[in-house]
């Protein structure tokens, strides 16, 4: 059943329907879109627009049609051209006259545009939740790994010494205001567009209030040809799960280098690896791998979206039946993305030796060698060529800052005393930095209570 055949004498071409269909995509949609008619319905019944007697009847039969959509006695039937339409006719069928009243006082365009908002909500609330899992998931690790030693790094080249707890708390700042972004595109986009009609409101004297109250919204938009042609929200979650994405696409390719035999810092659990079909050795970070080619997914379809976007007069235009799929796609991306990722991270083992010995191999010391000297009072910048000096020595003997004897670092600056090798150590290189941000242990514990209190929010 077409909702606009009456004005038609021709049947549309075959492949025009089928071109002009998006029941394969947006049928995913029936959910929000029963939750949006009964609320509808409500409200007209509320108005004196429908009897109580037709609101029972249309309620009943939506109530039936979800359940039996859910449970997959009712099929949807891939002439109807979309989602609005198959519910629709289904339920005249069911019903009778009373159902063909559903559309009183709506049209498609604000209809579709209430079930995208309704989709959209449930997405970001959804995703919201399983960054919470991941930043537990992120947070536990952290809270065993205070005192665990590794190198931090700026170009790929080991530069000073932190802590693992350190730097996987980079990760959580990063979904942390990925999780703030969410909430605050929730908030912005949370208005009721259901009212606006096709583009200029109705005549009937519709309960907008009523009506948002109904689905859990603010209130009603306030301008009826921008609450049809909006899609800003959309927009904006599709870039801030660009953003996630981003966020765990870095967090991916640490974890495939760090799997690397050269650098052995982590052991995936073979739950969440894979093997070659011709090398038997092999233990494939696939999953680490995938999350960071899926990113470039969810960036289409962002780039593919604002240009839809970019040129479309007001108010309502059939290119906008284009959000539909690339969003979809990016949600399912990115929600199972960081649902994988967080059971690789759960169960990743991390080791702590290699990890240690990768620091102290890789000179990151060398800093509070030169910081020992200029608290002897050597100035900055000659304390600097001195562990340059240092450090090319120990390079061309195949040792490390904490291996040379004293007598050695004498040689090249009398101001050496025993105490270096203290004031070296990873240890003591760790624990002194203790500002707010750096990865001192005592510091750390703070950051961690707040972000345990902050999760359970």
Known sequence: MKLWGGRFTKETDAAVNAFNASLPFDRRLYEQDIRGSIAHVTMLAAQGILTHDEKLQIITGLNNILEDLASGSLIFDETSEDIHSFVEAN??????????????GRSRNDQVALDMRLYTRDQIEETDALLKELLSTILQVMDENVNTYMPGFTHLQKAQPVTLAHHLGAYYEMFSRDRSRLADCRRRMNYCPLGAGALAGTTYPLDRELTASLLGFDGPTRNSMDSVADRDYLVEFI???SLIMLHLSRFSEEFTIWNSNEYGFIELDDTFSTGSSIMPQKKNPDIAELVRGKTGRVYGALIS?????????????????ED????????????????????????????KEVMERSAT???TNATDAAD??????????????????????CLDRGISLDELPLAEYQEISPVFAEDIYEAISLKTCVEKR?????????VMRKVIAEYKEELQK
Do not use: W
């Not at 020992?372 to 020595?393: S, T």
């Open 91 to 104: 339920l005249i069928a069911r019903i009778g006259d009373a159902g063909k009243k559903l559309h009183t």
């Open 239 to 241: 870039s801030d799960l």
């Open 305 to 321: 979206l604002l240009t839809v976007m970019k040129g479309l007069p007001l108010a309502y235009n059939k290119d906008m039946q």
């Open 324 to 351: 539909k799929e690339m969003a979809f796609d990016a949600m399912d991306t990115a929600k199972n993305c960081i649902h994988l990722f967080t059971g690789m991270l759960a169960t990743t083992t991390f080791n």
């Open 361 to 363: 191999r890789g000179f």
């Open 372 to 393: 020992y000297l200029v608290n002897k009072g050597v100035p900055f910048r000659d304390a600097h060529g001195i562990v340059g000096q240092l450090v090319l020595l």
């Open 434 to 442: 203790v500002t707010l941000g750096a990865p001192g242990p005592e």
